[in-house]
């Protein structure tokens, strides 16, 4: 009846995969997909988050420093590039107080992308009302505050007060 009868099947008389059995991977393959991006783009967006926030913390102590050396100087800045001097400035104004912290150390440089650093614009302020945007809802009192663009999903706003505490709102 059989011509093979008694030997082993040779590795091309497979005939494959069912079309059941193909569709069984692919599914299994959609669905780990469905959870597995979204996950990764969150993961993501915190990260974004948590850098921004450190470098909103140098910033707030930065700003601190400068008001403890120079209490009567008043600025209130938007932060969205490094400074750039030909002599460093010997006291802060307030159009070189970035170049002031920076030129000193006080303030590292930050790897601003087109006015952003990971989707956050950030301000400094020595005076009792710092600037982040009318959708934050920032009280009076911030040392630097940032507000995230509308690339970033869950993470909105924050800013450090007088007390160098850190807080923070979801976007509204």
């Known amino acids: 009846m059989f011509a093979n009868k008694g030997k082993k099947p040779s ?7 069912t079309l059941l059995e193909v569709l069984i991977v692919v ?11 979204p996950a990764y783009r969150k993961a993501q967006d915190r990260n974004r988050y948590l850098a921004a926030v450190g470098v909103l ?23 969205t590039a490094n400074a750039t001097w030909s002599s460093c400035p010997q006291t802060p104004m307030p ?8 030129c000193h150390k006080y303030l590292g440089d930050i ?28 009280p009076s009192g911030a040392w630097a505050c940032m507000s995230g663009s509308n690339l970033i999903s ?19």
């Open 95 to 102: 159009s070189t107080v970035l170049a002031y912290l920076q």
């Open 111 to 138: 790897p601003f992308n087109n006015g952003t650093y990971q989707g956050y614009t950030f301000n400094l302020s020595s005076v009792a009302t710092a600037n982040c945007g009318s959708s934050c809802g920032i």
């Open 154 to 172: 869950e993470y909105g706003c924050a800013w450090v007060d007088r007390s160098g505490i850190l807080h923070n709102s979801a976007k509204k």
């Open 57 to 79: 913390m140098e910033m707030a102590s930065a700003a601190q420093i400068l008001h403890e050396e120079f209490p009567t100087t008043t600025y209130s800045a938007t932060v």
């Open 11 to 17: 590795l091309f008389s497979c005939k494959g995969f």
């Open 27 to 37: 599914l299994i393959a959609v669905m780990v997909t469905m959870f597995a991006v």
